[in-house]
């Protein structure tokens, strides 16, 4: 028996191209996307080196650290915000039109 609908009908694609520039003397870390024009400028970064340094993401409850040129994203632990579904959202919504 073959079942429809069971496979990926898509195609692989590349991951976007990102470009940090880290500038130490003012504790900043700019980020462009290849073939975009938007540049996202992080602030109060700790800033040690090219390859070593660490930035709390504006707005959000998440850090982005460089160690040794290898770049990870943390959540922050005790923040109010966090990152939901939409559907979560929704459904706390509905909670708070409800409950007022």
């Given at each position: 028996m073959?079942?429809?609908n069971t496979y990926c009908k898509g195609k692989w694609i590349d991951d976007p191209?990102?470009?940090y520039i880290v500038d130490k003397?003012?504790?900043t870390v700019s980020r462009t996307v290849k073939d975009q024009p938007d540049?996202?400028?992080y602030k109060n970064c700790s800033v040690l080196s090219r390859k070593?340094?660490?930035c709390v993401i504006e707005g959000s409850a998440e850090e982005i650290h460089t160690t040794d040129g290898k770049?990870?994203?943390e959540?922050?632990?005790n923040s109010e915000?966090?990152?939901i579904t939409r559907l979560e959202w929704l459904q706390n919504r509905l909670l708070s039109i409800v409950s007022s």
């Open positions: 073959i079942l429809d191209v990102l470009t003397e003012n504790n540049v996202i400028q070593n340094w660490s770049i990870t994203h959540t922050i632990e915000k966090r990152q």
